[in-house]
């Protein structure tokens, strides 16, 4: 049995076995990339260390830290508050919105990840205060991520493109933009009405001046934080006082709020790293207002960083091994082209939903060169259902995205949320890739 064989058939017993028996998958990613690194692939420790994610273990924790700051704080019960105001207190749009912020985001230049890092947590703690799906808010998040994510002046669709024109390939830049907003649309659109946003368009408008109380204030108010109201305990006036008290700009707020404005744009007008400048900004906030710091520390969510690094590391022990670029040659050798054409979109899918979706686009279209310039398969179609099935999948938690939006849910069952996450991820990569393939792919077949 070759060493790529037994390096897939190893990631699947640690899913069988993460699944079966409620081991953190991340630990069991671990002990198999030490195992199949130095025994099957015969690395050394250090090449085995140089996969960790160590960016993405920073953005994790950088990030839940701060909006951790932002909920104790009750600013993200300030920024709720005028989101409501904003959609005139209908529920119902905010997914909306929230997938129209990350959209655009992307669309005008920032790293998907850095969209989501900002907008996932505000987007999770609202769910969790008016009882929406987090699946739905999540997924909403994550696919307006990407349906901005291939415009002409995007990272995602500059890399691309880029790599195209090495390749001497034909290219069409607003084919391949239009092809991901049009599908994370129509997706979002069905998870839309499937995961609850119908019943939410026939909730009631809320009051935005007497939104639900946040987490760090709810035994305060004798409420829960959840819901559209506050308590009734101590008569109106005391409830109408309790309210504006809870939407006020205090001074810790408004410095979170700046913080907040700086690192969007340290990670959108300076490129800066989003996980090492939002630490920097909860570690300013952490000295002024240490007592906020103590309380937020322990909501970072180490399972679910363990977790995730743990599997990228496993999967950088698998592209150093080659095992990637083995299923890679293997589908190209496939004779006919339309055939490896859907082949090639299932391996972006299901390695993009572990690994990096820019990294796996970069390997896969040189891959298919060979066929494309023989003229059989529409390059620009090909191009674009690759990149598509490459990023419809971001929403997997072992994904950046994911993860992203795994960290930020509050008020949630983590493991069942990860596995709804997972079944979802699951379900994009087995339905998206022949879905594009034959929207984009066959109609140009030769």
């Not at 409620?22 to 195992?35: H, K, P, Q, T, Y």
């Not at 909306?96 to 850095?114: D, E, K, N, R």
């Not at 101590?234 to 109408?240: A, E, K, Q, S, Y």
């Not at 570690?283 to 969510?301: C, D, F, G, Y």
Request: glycine content about 12%.
């Amino acid at each position: 049995m070759s060493a790529e064989l037994i390096s897939i058939l190893v990631l699947v017993v640690v899913f069988v076995i993460a699944t079966t028996r409620s081991i953190n998958m991340g630990a069991l990613a671990f002990a198999a990339a030490f195992g199949v690194g130095t025994l099957v692939a015969d690395m050394k420790t250090d090449d085995i260390f140089k996969g960790f994610p160590g960016s993405l273990f920073v953005v994790l924790v950088g990030v839940t830290f701060l909006f951790a700051i932002a909920r104790a704080n009750g600013t993200t019960d300030w920024l709720v508050h005028q989101a409501i105001r904003l959609v005139g207190g209908r529920i119902a749009l905010m997914p909306w919105v929230m997938f129209a912020i990350t959209g655009v985001l992307t669309a005008i230049g920032a790293v998907s990840p850095a969209a989501v890092a900002i907008v996932a947590p505000i987007a999770m703690g609202f769910a969790a205060r008016y009882r929406i799906s987090p699946l739905l808010m999540g997924v909403m998040v994550v696919h307006g991520a990407q349906a901005g994510g291939f415009s002409p002046i995007s990272i995602y669709g500059t890399i691309v493109n880029g790599i195209v024109a090495k390749e001497g390939l034909p290219g069409n830049e607003i084919v391949l933009f239009l092809a991901s907003l049009v599908v994370n649309l129509l997706i979002a659109a069905v998870v839309f009405a499937v995961f609850g946003g119908m019943k939410l368009a026939r909730q009631p408008v809320q009051a935005p001046a007497l939104v639900g109380g946040g987490d760090a204030e709810a035994g305060r108010a004798g409420g829960t934080g959840g819901g559209a109201g506050v308590t009734t305990a101590g008569g109106p006036g005391r409830d109408v006082a309790e309210a504006e008290e809870r939407i006020a700009l205090t001074a810790p707020r408004a410095a979170t709020l700046a913080g907040l404005v700086a690192l969007v744009v340290a990670a959108l007008g300076f490129d800066l790293d989003v996980g090492l400048a939002a630490i920097s900004v909860a570690v300013l906030l952490s000295v002024v207002w240490p007592e906020t710091s103590k309380q937020a520390i322990t909501q970072i969510t180490w399972p679910t960083v363990l977790l995730i690094c743990g599997i990228l590391t496993y999967v950088a022990v698998l592209q150093t091994m080659g095992t990637i670029k083995w299923a890679g040659d293997s589908v190209a050798g496939v004779g006919a082209p339309l055939l490896a054409a859907l082949l090639i979109c299932y391996i972006g899918a299901i390695v993009s939903a572990f690994a990096s979706s820019v990294g796996i686009m970069g390997a896969l279209i040189p891959l298919a060169v060979p066929f494309l310039l023989q003229g059989e398969v529409s390059a620009v179609g090909l191009i674009a259902a690759l990149a598509v099935s490459a990023t419809v999948v971001d929403v997997s938690p072992f994904s950046t995205n994911g993860a992203l939006v795994l960290a930020g849910a509050q008020d949630v069952d983590r493991d069942k949320f990860f596995k709804q996450l997972m079944v979802y991820g699951g379900i994009m990569v087995a339905a998206a890739p022949p879905l594009v393939w034959l929207a984009l792919v066959v109609p140009g077949i030769r």
